[in-house]
C-alpha cells in the first residue's frame, strides 16, 4: 500500500433544515437495508405473537377455576409452542441487528479515520488528541447502540404498541379509548424532558472529551510531568475536568428521574382509572370476567414498551450529541486538497525551485516567507540555518504541501506541485524528522510504514543501509520484535536509524533531513550521520539544522532570517564573509 495520505470523502449529506443530525445516518443505515429488512420480518413475527399472550390468560380463567386438566394442558401446550416460535423471531431479530448497527458503527468509524488523516496540519494545531480519540470510540459507541436500540428495541416496542392497542380495541373500544385520553400528555412530557435532555448530554459528552483531551496531554508528557515534580498539579486539573463531567452527568441524570416519576405516576394514574372503568362495565354487564381478565393482560404487556420507549427517546437525545460531534469532525476540510485536473508527478530528476514565494499561517498575522526566490539543482545539498521562526521548517512543510503558498509557487523539475496529485508528489519525497514517530508494531512494520512488508529482503536491505541491522538482529525476535507506542523501548539513535530505513525503502529522489542528529549523543550520532550520508548520495537533499556541525559538507548553506535568505554560500565562503552564519558558527563553537 503506497505511503499516500487519505484522500477526504466528500461533505457528509446535510439533515433537513430544522432536523436531527440523525438524518445523516442514512447512506450507512441504508449499505445495511438487506440485514435490517430480514431483522424487521422477524421482529413482526415476533409481534405477531403478542395478541396470543394477551389472549391465553383469560382463556384460563375458567377451566382453571372449573378444574379442567385436559383444556388447562392444551392452552399450556400453544403458550409453550408459541412461546418457542417467539424466541426463534426474536433471536433472529437480536442477531441480524446487532451484526448490522456493529457494521455501521465499524463504517462510521473507518470513514471518520479516513477523514481525520485526510485533514490539514492546521487542523491538528488547534485540535486536541484525546479528544479526536474520544470522537471515533465514545462518541461512534454511542452512535452504534443507538441505532442497535432503534431497530432492536425501538421500533419493535412501536409494533407491540400498535398490535396490542388494536387487540384492545378488538375487546372494548370504549376502555381503549377511555384509557388513552393521557396519551398526549405524556407523549408531549415525554419530549419536553428529551430536549432538557439533550443540552445536558452535549455539555457531557464535551467534557468527557475534555477529560480525554487531559489524559492523553498528561501520558505524552510523563517526562517533564514527574521531572518538575507537577503530579500534584496535574491531578488537582485533571480532578476539576473530572467534577465538570460528574456535574453535568448529574444534571442529565436529574432529569431522567424527574421523567420517571412523572411518567410513572401519569401510568399508575390510567391503570387505576381503568381499573374502575372496567369494573363498572363488568357491573352494568357489559364485559365478562374472562374479558377483563385479558384486557388487564394486554394492558399489562404495554407497561414494558411505553417503558422501553421511553428510555430509548433519552438515550437517543443523549446519543444525539455525540452524531453532532462526529459530524462537526467529518465536515471539517483540509486547507489542501488535490485540484479536479491534478495528475499524477511523474518520476522526477530532483530540481526543487521556489518562486516568488509568500506564505503566512492560517493562525498567523504575518508572513513567515517573503518574496522567497530559491533554485536547488538535482542531487545537491542544501542546509536551511536561522534562527527559530526564521522559515527554515515552513520550507519544508510547503514543498511537502501541508500548505499552499498564499502567492508564488514550488515547481519540482518545472511542474507546478498545486497541479499534481498531493500521493504521487510525497511519494518521491522522504522525510528523517528529529523526532521519529514509530507505531505500535513490529520493526519490519516500522520500517515498511505503510508500505508492503512481502519483501522482507529489501527491509533488511534498507536497515543494512541505515546501520540499523545490527542492533536489529540482537533483538529478541529480530526483525519481528514488537516496538511499544512511539518506540521507547529503543533509544533515540535506533530510532532515527530505523526512520533512515524508511526512507531507503521508499526511495525517493528527494530527502528531507529535518534535524536529523541534533538530540543524538555523539556515538549515536556518527553511526545515523553515516547512515545519511549513504542515503543522500545522488539525492536532492534539504536539511534543517541547528548544529552546524552537521552542515559543514553542505554543497549550499542558506541563513535565513525573517523569512528572508540573508546570506548562501559554502560553508568555507559563508566564514570568510563574516557576516551572520560566521557568528552563529563562532557562537556555538566559542
Avoid at 393521557?182 to 457531557?204: C, E, Q, T, Y
Avoid at 539525492?539 to 548562501?568: C, F, K, N, P, Q
Wanted: charged share 20%.
Amino acid at each position: 500500500m503506497d505511503p499516500s495520505p487519505a484522500a477526504p470523502h466528500p461533505a457528509p449529506p446535510r439533515a433537513p433544515k430544522g432536523s436531527s443530525n440523525y438524518w445523516r445516518l442514512r447512506p450507512y443505515v441504508r449499505r445495511q437495508m438487506g440485514t435490517i429488512a430480514r431483522a424487521l420480518g422477524c421482529t413482526l413475527g415476533f409481534t405477531a405473537f403478542w395478541p396470543v399472550l394477551a389472549w391465553l390468560p383469560g382463556q384460563l380463567a375458567d377451566p382453571i377455576g372449573q378444574g379442567n386438566l385436559p383444556e388447562i394442558a392444551r392452552l399450556a401446550a400453544i403458550a409453550a409452542a408459541a412461546f418457542i416460535v417467539r424466541g426463534a423471531f426474536q433471536y433472529g431479530q437480536d442477531s441480524l441487528m446487532a451484526a448490522a448497527s456493529l457494521q455501521i458503527a465499524k463504517d462510521l468509524r473507518v470513514r471518520a479515520y479516513r477523514h481525520l488523516l485526510g485533514l490539514g496540519l492546521d487542523y491538528f494545531e488547534t485540535a486536541a488528541s484525546g479528544e479526536m480519540a474520544y470522537r471515533l470510540t465514545g462518541d461512534i459507541d454511542r452512535i452504534g447502540d443507538a441505532i442497535a436500540k432503534l431497530f432492536h428495541q425501538f421500533v419493535p416496542c412501536i409494533l407491540q404498541l400498535i398490535v396490542v392497542l388494536g387487540y384492545m380495541i378488538y375487546l372494548n373500544w370504549q376502555l381503549t379509548v377511555a384509557s388513552l385520553i393521557i396519551a398526549p400528555l405524556m407523549a408531549v412530557l415525554i419530549a419536553w424532558f428529551g430536549d432538557r435532555l439533550l443540552g445536558f448530554s452535549r455539555r457531557s459528552q464535551d467534557r468527557v472529551a475534555g477529560l480525554a483531551a487531559l489524559v492523553a496531554e498528561a501520558v505524552g508528557g510523563m517526562r517533564p510531568i514527574q521531572a518538575f515534580g507537577a503530579e500534584a498539579y496535574e491531578t488537582e486539573r485533571f480532578a476539576i475536568a473530572a467534577d465538570g463531567s460528574r456535574r453535568a452527568k448529574y444534571r442529565a441524570q436529574q432529569i431522567k428521574a424527574v421523567q420517571f416519576v412523572v411518567v410513572g405516576f401519569l401510568q399508575a394514574a390510567s391503570v387505576l382509572f381503568l381499573f374502575w372503568l372496567g369494573g363498572w362495565q363488568i357491573s352494568k354487564g357489559h364485559l365478562t370476567g374472562g374479558g377483563f381478565i385479558s384486557y388487564v393482560a394486554a394492558v399489562a404487556l404495554l407497561i414494558d414498551p411505553i417503558a422501553i420507549t421511553t428510555s430509548n427517546y433519552n438515550e437517543f437525545k443523549e446519543s444525539e450529541a455525540s452524531v453532532d460531534r462526529l459530524f462537526a469532525l467529518l465536515q471539517a476540510s483540509p486547507a489542501v486538497v488535490d485540484r479536479p485536473d491534478a495528475q499524477p508527478l511523474p518520476p522526477v530528476t530532483g530540481q526543487i525551485t521556489y518562486e516568488n514565494l509568500t506564505f503566512t499561517y492560517p493562525q498567523g498575522d504575518r508572513p513567515v516567507l517573503e518574496a522567497l526566490n530559491l533554485t536547488i539543482a538535482p542531487g545537491e545539498t542544501v542546509a536551511l540555518v536561522g534562527p527559530s521562526g526564521a522559515g527554515k521548517s515552513t520550507i519544508v512543510n510547503l514543498l511537502l504541501r501541508f500548505y499552499d503558498p498564499q502567492t508564488g509557487r514550488i515547481c519540482v523539475d518545472g511542474i507546478d506541485l498545486q497541479t499534481v496529485t498531493i500521493a504521487s508528489l510525497r511519494r518521491q519525497i522522504g522525510l528523517v524528522p528529529q523526532d521519529t514517530v514509530l507505531l505500535s508494531g513490529t520493526i519490519a512494520e516500522n520500517i515498511a510504514f505503510g508500505r508492503s512488508q512481502g519483501d522482507r529482503a529489501a527491509i533488511e536491505r534498507a536497515a543494512r543501509i541505515a546501520n540499523a541491522h545490527e542492533f536489529i538482529s540482537q533483538l529478541p525476535q529480530g526483525y519481528d520484535t514488537w516496538v511499544g507506542e512511539r518506540g521507547a523501548s529503543l533509544s533515540g539513535g535506533q530510532r532515527q536509524r530505523i526512520a533512515i530505513a524508511r526512507a531507503v525503502l521508499l526511495d525517493p529522489q528527494i530527502l528531507i533531513l529535518d534535524e536529523a542528529t541534533s538530540a543524538l549523543d555523539a556515538e549515536s550520532e556518527a553511526l545515523v550521520q553515516d547512515a545519511l550520508d549513504k542515503l543522500m548520495g545522488g539525492r536532492t537533499t534539504l536539511a534543517i539544522a541547528h548544529r552546524l556541525a552537521t552542515v559543514r559538507r553542505a554543497d549550499r548553506i542558506l541563513v535565513l532570517e525573517g523569512g528572508r535568505i540573508l546570506e548562501s554560500g559554502t560553508h568555507d565562503q559563508l566564514i570568510a564573509q563574516g557576516g551572520r552564519y560566521a557568528d552563529y558558527y563562532a557562537r556555538q563553537f566559542r
